[in-house]
């Protein structure tokens, strides 16, 4: 064991930043290149922080495929990709990816953790309104649908709610009462924590959701969700802004408030949007934390929140078209290595933020590099739920349903819907587990995908090649294979079990665990 631990501190140490930094930078400048980086690089400037230089192709192809799918590229993915010549490449693969199925099955999932798509206890949607949800969500993403029509849609839905998917959204919350509702709205929706409001002020948003009513039918845990006009109207309705509605007799006050939410004159609906794709895709928010936007916590950046805000309401609410603003600025196309320790360097979007893959995405990866699966299952028999072995964990729709490296790895229990309930602070159980594990241990040595590399007839360094764009989605370094050749060479093993260790070590490293 002493010499394989010894080659994973050899290759940590080249492929973390202590060696050379050509395999994650490209060497060019990182000039502005847009409105974006304008603003970005202005503030920088202001406070006297140098931006890190740009990321190398390498790095971009990964970060990039991780952001936007939650999914490594292939091997071939990667070499084509790092061959091409054109200057328009990045540009080019971003487009690509945002029309991908993996594209809405990943932001499916993200969604999924802040609408609280769980069967179980305590959200209780039950197993077949969880599937019709998800999947309306899924279709949503994948259509491209406009945020505001899709949020309009949840807010103002009546119906069965396992034959009209939004009204599902007034279910997922731990009680029907108005208030508890209207601060499912509020966070999610607005990126405010309601809870936290005077009483009067919640008090005067809940009133929209007052002759809320929910009905059970003779079909094992179905429920009608429908506006009452027989329920006393609300007394006083007020918006969040302290205005007081004028409501109509018999007009649904649901209707009412989602016509002043979606408004694009607003001052929380695209704000909270373009302030959390922000967040999803540069590692934190311009208002920190993304759900959590109050006066007493501007924005790090305030023209720069204005300026998506704007992009976001001229395109009509077309999230791709702000999703591919930030993905070609030069500000996410940072290095990962700050050229100064100063901690506000990240505050301030000086370099792209090292973060850990999500649980879900972490799994997949393994599963991909190593061509095996996973079984999940839900914990409470309510029916007793098994996912079919192809599932990947980006693809589960019910947050019920787990795995013991999903938990340990911190997927979110989806009970709140609130950004941090996904925890992605690394913990010793997690590093013990990617060492020492039989768990990823087999995948390795059994992996149908890793034995056909490790078996075929190429040479040691070919082998090596493979591995590394299979893995870490580059080429190696000369110093990379140096130390691979003098560990195959002094540690007595043959050259298959030479090349496990490797993946071992890469699958060990912080390279692949970490976005960067």
């Known amino acids: 064991m002493a010499p394989m631990v010894a080659f994973l501190i050899a290759l940590a140490g080249l492929a973390g930043g202590a060696g050379p930094a050509h395999p994650f930078e490209s060497g060019d400048p990182a000039t502005p290149q847009g409105r974006i980086d304008e603003l970005v690089f202005a503030r920088l400037e202001h406070l006297g922080l140098e931006p890190a230089g740009l990321c190398s192709d390498a790095v971009f192809i990964r970060r990039v495929h991780l952001d936007v799918l939650g999914t490594l590229p292939t091997a071939q993915e990667t070499r084509a990709f790092l061959l091409d010549r054109r200057p328009d490449k990045r540009a080019l693969l971003i487009d690509r990816l945002l029309e991908r199925e993996e594209f809405a099955d990943y932001w499916s999932m993200k969604w ?3 609408l609280r798509i769980k069967a179980e206890f305590p959200i209780n949607l039950w197993p077949n309104a969880v599937q019709t949800y998800h999947h309306w969500i899924h279709t949503s993403i994948r259509a491209n649908r406009p945020y505001d029509q899709f949020v309009r849609r949840m807010l103002t839905a009546n119906g069965s709610n396992f034959r009209v998917p939004e009204v599902n959204f007034f279910r997922a919350t731990q ?3 108005p208030q508890v509702i209207a601060q499912a709205v509020a966070l999610t929706f607005m990126g405010a924590r309601a809870d936290k409001w005077p009483t009067e002020r919640l008090d005067g948003m809940a009133a929209f959701f007052s002759q809320l009513a929910f009905k059970s039918t003779g079909e094992w845990k179905e429920e009608i969700v429908y506006f009452d006009p027989a329920m006393p109207p609300p007394a006083r309705a007020v918006f969040p802004d ?3 509605a004028k409501l109509t007799p018999g007009q649904d006050p649901r209707e009412v408030f989602a016509d002043w939410l979606i408004d694009p004159d607003n001052p929380w609906f695209t704000r909270n949007i373009a302030n959390r794709i922000w967040a999803w895709l540069l590692g934190q ?3 920190h934390e993304p759900d959590d936007i109050r006066p007493d916590n501007p924005p790090s950046h305030p023209e720069l929140l204005t300026h998506l805000e704007k992009e976001l309401v001229t395109a009509k609410y077309d999230l791709k078209h702000l999703y591919r603003l930030i993905l070609n600025s030069t500000t996410y196309q940072l290095s990962c290595i700050p050229k100064t320790p100063n901690p506000q360097a990240r505050a301030n979007f ?7 893959l999500e649980a879900e995405v972490l799994i997949d990866a393994l599963n991909q590099i190593t061509g095996t699966a996973e079984k999940y299952s839900s914990p409470i028999p309510e029916p007793f739920t098994f996912v079919p072995e192809a599932y990947r964990a980006i693809e589960i729709a ?4 787990t795995s013991p490296f999903l938990e340990m790895f911190g997927r979110p229990p989806r009970d709140t819907g609130l950004e941090s309930e996904r925890t992605s602070n690394p913990t010793s159980a997690q590093r013990l587990h990617m060492l020492n594990s039989s768990h990823i241990q087999r995948k390795i040595e059994q992996g149908p995908r890793l034995r056909a590399v490790l078996q075929s007839r190429k040479g040691p360094r070919q082998i090596a090649t493979q591995l590394y ?9 000369n110093e990379e294979f140096k130390t691979i050749d003098a560990y195959a060479q002094t540690s007595g093993l043959t050259a298959r079990q030479a090349a496990v260790d490797l993946v071992w070590a890469l699958i060990n490293s912080a390279e692949f665990q970490y976005r960067h």
């Open 112 to 114: 999924a953790d802040l």
């Open 175 to 177: 009680g029907s009462q």
């Open 242 to 244: 302290g205005v007081a």
């Open 285 to 287: 928010g311009i208002i």
């Open 350 to 356: 000086a370099c792209y933020p090292l973060r850990r």
């Open 398 to 401: 019910d947050g019920s349903i």
């Open 469 to 477: 764009l299979t893995i870490l989605n580059r080429f190696p370094t």
